[in-house]
């Protein structure tokens, strides 16, 4: 019984230090305030939200499955490779809430503040997803390959989080089309990049996002570090 509890114990810990906690009670404000809003307006408005939330958790599951992995059997790097290539696929998901401000409007029965609320409530869900998701990721290539491949791959998760927002925004391409369409999607990213003066909205949007993305975490790892002794 004392090893059960023991056990039970370690993995409470472990999903502390991955802030599944405090995620879970951000997802639960977020889903009440749109289950309010469907109560008291008889319309659902902004039922996007609740799929990109949902699209959101998943690059969160997989880093926490890589990282139980890597805790359960410690070294067996390969374990690690589809956890991680998934997580990497579905990394912009979570984010990408955060342009759901496009969709914002004044709507009967509805305050304008309410929805600003609700759609905030789901962009930080989003980001929090995120940047937890992002840590948990560079801990684990930290411990294989270093402090400088670990903030070598945060940059490049973090630009190509950036064209991830922009293709699902502007292009409508989603996650599932990387193993469904993947020639098609490649093809659209080497002409916009091949052509800067012609596509400098897909220049100036990624590189805002993926700079915001980068203060977003910098600022996430900051705080981490105060609350650590």
């Known amino acids: 019984m004392s090893s059960l509890f023991e056990e039970i114990s370690n993995i409470h810990r472990y999903l502390s230090r991955q802030l599944l906690y405090p995620i879970l009670l951000s997802t639960l404000l977020a889903v009440s305030l749109y289950a309010a809003r469907v109560f008291f307006s008889r319309a659902f408005a902004y039922d996007n939200l609740v799929w990109n939330l949902y699209l959101a958790w998943l690059p969160y599951v997989f880093a926490l499955t890589a990282g139980l992995l890597n805790f359960m059997l410690p070294r067996s790097w390969w374990l690690l490779i589809v956890p991680g290539i998934l997580w990497l696929a579905f990394f912009p998901n979570a984010p990408y809430i955060l342009t759901d401000f496009l969709h914002l409007e004044d709507r009967p029965s509805i305050p304008l503040w309410y929805d600003i609320l609700l759609l905030a409530s789901f962009a ?62 490649l093809f659209e990213v080497a ?17 805002l996002f993926t700079a915001f993305l980068l203060v977003m975490y910098l600022t996430f790892i900051s705080f981490r570090q105060l609350s650590e002794p």
């Open 124 to 185: 930080w869900t989003g980001c929090f997803l995120a940047v937890a998701s992002l840590r948990t990721m560079q801990i684990l290539i930290k411990e294989y390959l270093g402090l400088i491949a670990s903030w070598l791959f945060v940059a490049v998760a973090l630009a190509l989080g950036g064209l991830g927002i922009y293709l699902g925004r502007f292009s409508r391409w989603n996650s599932w089309d990387l193993v469904f369409q993947p020639r098609e999607v």
């Open 191 to 207: 002409s916009r990049i091949v052509n800067p003066l012609s596509n400098l909205q897909f220049y100036g949007f990624t590189f």
